[in-house]
T-cell receptor, first 116, second 115 residues
Framework: AQSVTQLDSQVPVFEEAPVELRCNYSSSVSVYLFWYVQYPNQGLQLLLKYLSGSTLVESINGFEAEFNKSQTSFHLRKPSVHISDTAEYFCAVSDLSRGSNYKLTFGKGTLLTVNP | NAGVTQTPKFQVLKTGQSMTLQCAQDMNHEYMSWYRQDPGMGLRLIHYSVGAGITDQGEVPNGYNVSRSTTEDFPLRLLSAAPSQTSVYFC??????????????FGPGTRLTVT
């Protein structure tokens, strides 16, 4: 079985500060990794994904995440946050061994609050 | 494309009542899933379907039934609602093949309260 641990349930930061949201996973097989974002009262949107290739993946709005296989981590970073980045962020994994791309295991979420 | 749509947006039920949460997608996706979201718990998979006529249980299936008679629709049924089923329910779909096969597209959610 696989699991996802998001180490911080809440992260408050000031606008234009850097931020890192931490995610660790455990799995006995290869996985795909995802970050989803949920803005208040909305559904989840895919922020970025790691499937293969370069271990550093980027989103269109300045977030990036790095897959570290040895540390089984997939931390999300942004060098300078905006008020509009306030949202809940979920890390998720998909187990490759069974072709289970339709079954995601989510972490419990990290609420990022950006203050002026 | 409307994407993934869910109805209703909000629902209040009394213990023991039944209801169906509707989910539809217009992207011709093979895979569809239902998740529930509870504070501090993230999202947990209830049931999923890999195609019309094929469904299976996820992590928390008890108290819920599903069926998939068409590619587009994947309703979730609560046969006898319990307060423990108070949650926000999300439906998701995935192409199942191609470059975006590992991306899941989520609906806006249904907020259910059982009193």
């Amino acid at each position: 079985a696989q699991s996802v641990t998001q180490l911080d349930s809440q992260v408050p930061v000031f606008e234009e500060a850097p931020v890192e949201l931490r995610c660790n996973y455990s799995s006995s097989v290869s996985v795909y990794l995802f970050w989803y974002v949920q803005y208040p009262n909305q559904g989840l949107q895919l922020l970025l994904k790691y499937l293969s290739g370069s271990t550093l993946v980027e989103s269109i709005n300045g977030f990036e995440a790095e897959f570290n296989k040895s540390q089984t981590s997939f931390h999300l970073r942004k060098p300078s946050v905006h008020i509009s980045d306030t949202a809940e962020y979920f890390c998720a994994v998909s187990d490759l061994s069974r072709g289970s791309n339709y079954k995601l295991t989510f972490g419990k979420g990290t609420l990022l609050t950006v203050n002026p | 494309n409307a994407g993934v749509t869910q109805t209703p947006k909000f629902q209040v039920l009394k213990t023991g009542q039944s209801m169906t949460l509707q989910c539809a997608q217009d992207m011709n996706h093979e895979y569809m899933s239902w998740y529930r979201q509870d504070p501090g718990m993230g999202l947990r998979l209830i049931h999923y379907s890999v195609g019309a006529g094929i469904t299976d249980q996820g992590e928390v299936p008890n108290g819920y039934n599903v069926s998939r008679s068409t590619t587009e629709d994947f309703p979730l049924r609560l046969l006898s609602a319990a307060p423990s089923q108070t949650s926000v329910y999300f439906c998701a779909s995935s192409p199942g093949q191609g470059q975006r096969s590992y991306e899941q597209y989520f609906g806006p959610g249904t907020r259910l309260t059982v009193t």
